[in-house]
């Protein structure tokens, strides 16, 4: 991170014991040697024994590569995949609550949640609530049209991330 | 009969305690360093009723720590604690870093609340688990008595396998309670935890081959050599090749330092010959050494014409800070094996005559004795206690040492050919280690001599460790120099703050003979350089007895060569 200019975002998968205490270990980690987390999603697998976290970081080439060895390290980390070094799909959830005041602004907000193929799951007379899933740029995309007056709660789940092919992570 | 007594032992429920006692039995732990109180009553009880495991009683509980690293270290088997929740939980954490730091195998037993309290915030009870996450290799609570010996066979699995370092084990107090059947589990696996011993064939291959060809080698070698007890195969190596070898202080004993082709110690109080042949070295083969900031100096300016060769466990170790050519993750045995393997099949040796001239260039810099001190000055000089010290213990000791100028000249001055006989901090230097370190190298080698270097300011931070010592009649030899200063502190201060001491003059020292005798023990008390070579032979002669010297030394001494911060390793201050 001292080198901000070679800096690249990576998107890590990590499958981990499912056991008390894993996420502590993994973002303890990351705060005692400095690393950047922007996100870090976390749940059980179909393998009930096993967690699956996605983490994004930024770092430098020589910083990921320490991240990757670390995070390998933990004895609970069954193991770890760098996604970003493949082909790999990235989806990430958004929630919005936004302002739909009045039948012309109720209308817009439905027809642009319909232009990101988003879905209205809740509905008040004043608002709408959105469900969108996509990569970050798409969220970002869908939350700048939207535009910051008419947004009154935003929540976003951190990416999760899959890689292409039919190659599984945990064979 | 024998087969009986097993099935009946397997048909028999036992408490948790009980199960403890058993599995360290099992186990083959001889001595475990502790200190009772609440949490851990059950087990003390267990303990009371068997005679197999020796409970050493310390005095505090961080002494119980540095004890069983001690005996880790000496002997390469895991050292063994066992303290109470709260407050033992907290006084132990010092001696769980400090073998973290250093890679040495510790599994550490402690008491916990009732698992019906936890996080409750009640009597005694700190979140073990959370405090110590930063520096074990793992640790573990146990919630449910079923696991209680699988999870110990984990902790001792772990600690002691790939990289060694310290796991905890926190067992609620009714854990130690309940009864379950337990019979000793012989192996556990994990999927999650496989240490990789072999290293890459073709790294190895490709090693070998810049090794005989190169102009202007140094094998760099460290703590991981002496954990790994590959000492033998390196100076076979080493010899085979004619390389010349430098260790870390945490890998002295890894080469014998009487040896010819020894360079002495690296870094920042490293030997001139050393760093001078890392700085000019075309290559650099690191083994089982993790190119600490105390040995670079200034990274940019470290090793600047090699390429490097890192051997290591740990493949965190590599490309960590400094960015190597060949890398080989492996234990330190089997790749020198591949290795030994790979020389002899080789069709060319070494390229001698290239090795001529650079052992000629190394004579030139060890002519410059960086070592030299003043032998005819009228105050007692450090360094000439400890060749003393060398001579009269014929380098046959333990020389366990606190943290401080002392033990670098200790590193400098005591000539280890043997692994496992320089005991010291590295990683995390902590004062007050020395002692108590002593103490656990004594109970694992009875017979032998045992020295602890210390110096007036770290030797008071586990003093009270002489009543264990005297308990147990442990017949250490603590040598301290005094020198009336925190002298590591003073030097700096000297060097780079303009002479300004703040804080680092220790007045109001105690009497350290009376101090001794009032704890049982000899002291003897020296004070001038003529009276030092029969007084270190008198201390020795008193084979059943802790002598404590006091040895008043030259307060204004500096330990030479020293590298100073930011400065790369050609850039010695000498004397
Ligand atoms: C006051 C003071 C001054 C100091 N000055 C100096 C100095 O001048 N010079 C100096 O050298 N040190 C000095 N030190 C010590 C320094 O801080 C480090 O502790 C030390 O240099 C580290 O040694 P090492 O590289 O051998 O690593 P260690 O900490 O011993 O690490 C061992 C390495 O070996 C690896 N390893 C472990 N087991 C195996 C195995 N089975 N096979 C392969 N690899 C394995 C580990 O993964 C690790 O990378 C000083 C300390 C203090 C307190
Ligand atoms: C627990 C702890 N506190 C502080 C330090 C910082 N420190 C390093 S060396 C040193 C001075 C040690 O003085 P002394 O024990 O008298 O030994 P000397 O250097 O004089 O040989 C200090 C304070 C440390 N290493 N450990």
């Known amino acids: 991170m001292n080198n901000h200019d070679n800096a690249k975002r990576h998107i890590i998968s990590i499958l981990i014991e499912n056991e008390a205490g894993a996420l502590s270990r993994v973002a303890g980690l990351f705060s005692a040697r400095g690393y950047n987390i922007e996100a870090l999603t976390v749940a059980a697998t179909e393998d009930p024994s096993l967690s699956r976290m996605t983490l994004v970081s930024k770092g430098t080439d020589e910083i990921i590569e320490q991240i990757l060895k670390q995070l390998n390290k933990l004895i609970d980390v069954v193991k770890v995949l760098d996604l970003t070094q493949g082909d790999h799909i990235e989806r990430e959830l958004l929630l919005v609550k936004v302002r739909a005041v009045g039948h012309e602004q109720r209308q817009e907000v439905y027809r642009l949640a319909d232009v990101f193929r988003g879905h209205v799951i809740d509905i008040t007379e004043n608002s709408y609530t959105i469900e969108l899933t996509g990569d970050g740029k798409k969220l970002d995309a869908f939350l700048a049209t939207l535009g910051e007056s008419q947004i009154l709660e935003t929540v976003r789940g951190g990416p999760s991330g899959i890689s292409r092919g039919d190659k599984a992570m945990h064979t | 009969m024998v087969f009986r007594f097993d099935l009946e032992r ?46 050493i009683l310390v005095r505090h509980e961080q002494a119980a720590t540095h004890a069983a690293d001690g005996y880790a270290r000496s002997t390469g088997k895991p050292g063994v604690v066992l303290v109470t929740s709260g407050p033992g939980a907290t006084n132990a954490v010092t001696g769980i870093a400090t073998a973290y730091m250093d890679s040495i195998p510790m599994v550490v037993l402690t008491g916990q609340v009732p698992t019906a309290l936890i996080g409750n915030d009640a009597f005694q009870e700190v979140d073990t688990v959370g405090i110590t996450r930063p520096c074990v290799k793992h640790n573990f ?185 060949v890398p080989i993750v492996g234990s330190v045995n089997a790749v020198l094996a591949d290795m ?207 002598v404590f010297m006091n040895i008043i030394t030259d307060a204004t001494e500096n330990v030479y060569p020293m590298v100073p911060a930011g400065a790369g390793l050609d850039e010695m201050i000498l004397i």
């Open chain 2, 10 to 55: 397997l048909k028999v429920e036992l408490t948790g305690a009980e199960i403890i006692a058993r599995f360290l039995e099992d186990e083959g732990v001889e001595h475990i360093f502790g200190y009772p109180g609440g949490a851990v009553l059950h087990i003390y009880d267990a303990l009371y009723k068997q005679d197999k495991v020796k409970h």
């Open chain 2, 141 to 325: 609570l146990v919630k449910d008595v079923n696991e209680l010996a699988v999870t110990l066979k984990k902790a001792f699995y772990i600690a002691t396998t790939g990289r060694p370092g310290p796991v905890v084990v926190d067992i609620p107090k009714d854990v130690t309670a309940a009864r379950v059947r337990y019979t000793h589990p012989r192996k556990v696996t994990m999927r999650s935890y496989n240490p990789t011993v072999k290293g890459h064939i073709r790294q190895v291959r490709k090693a070998v081959g810049m090794m005989l060809s190169a102009k202007r080698p140094v094998l760099y070698t460290g703590g991981g050599v002496i954990l790994d007890d590959a000492a033998e195969l390196l100076t076979e190596v080493a010899h085979a090749l004619d390389f010349p070898v430098t260790n870390t202080s945490m890998g002295l004993g890894g080469f014998p330092a009487t040896d010819r082709q020894f360079l002495g110690m690296l870094g920042m109080h490293g030997n001139y010959e050393a760093n001078m042949a890392i700085s000019h070295c075309d290559l650099l083969v690191a083994i089982g050494a993790r190119f600490d900031d105390r040995v670079t100096g200034n990274i940019a300016k470290f090793a600047p014409k090699a390429k490097i060769i890192h051997i290591d466990i740990d493949p965190a170790s590599i490309s960590k800070n400094v960015k190597v050519d």
């Open chain 2, 340 to 546: 030994v393997a790979e020389i002899k099949a080789a069709e060319r040796g070494p390229n001698t005559s290239a090795l001529g001239e650079w052992w000629q260039q190394i004579e030139e810099w060890r002519g410059v004795d960086c070592l030299r001190y003043d032998k005819s000055a009228e105050k007692i000089k450090p360094q000439y206690v400890l060749q003393k010290v060398y001579e009269v213990t014929k380098g046959e000791a333990f020389v366990c040492s606190d943290v401080g100028q002392h033990q670098m000249w200790a590193a400098q001055f005591y000539k280890f050919d043997k692994p496992r006989r320089w005991i010291n901090s590295g990683g995390l230097g902590t004062m007050g280690f020395g002692l108590p370190a002593a103490m656990g190298v004594q109970f694992a080698h009875p017979d032998a001599t045992v020295v602890c270097v210390a110096g007036d300011g770290g030797i008071q931070m586990n003093i009270q460790e002489l009543a264990t010592c005297l308990q147990y009649g442990l017949p250490i030899k603590v040598i301290c120099l005094n020198n009336s200063y925190l002298g590591m502190v003073r030097q700096w201060q000297e060097f780079f703050y303009e002479e300004r001491y703040s804080h680092s003059y220790m007045e109001s020292l105690p009497d350290f003979v009376k101090l001794a005798e009032a704890y049982g023990h000899v002291g003897i008390k020296v004070e001038k350089p003529e009276d030092v070579d029969a007084a270190v032979e008198r201390a020795f002669a008193m084979k059943d007895r802790l």
